[in-house]
């Protein structure tokens, strides 16, 4: 019961994939990039606690608080330099 059946196996040259012009291949790449770099932003603002793009900015700085700076070491896998963190309060003296 096989039916005859057009042999498919060779793509000829009118089927094969092509890109239609540079500038579509330029396009698509500009936008999956910016695509790709919003939701890592986001990822990174938007979690139990919602932050802003200062606070960000803030933490890379050094300069954030406490609360924002654990936030953003348990969320970002790599943490600015240990020098350029939020020190810790001195202790208090004897």
Known sequence: MAAR????AG?????RLRIRS???FVVTTAVLVLALVGVTIAGVLIGDSKL???DVLNWTQGRSGQ????VLDTRVPVSPPPSSRARPSPSPGP
Do not use: K, S
């Open 11 to 15: 793509a000829l040259p009118t089927e």
């Open 67 to 70: 609360a924002i700076t654990f």
């Open 5 to 8: 059946a057009r042999d498919t």
């Open 22 to 24: 540079r500038a579509t």
């Open 52 to 54: 802003l793009l200062g």
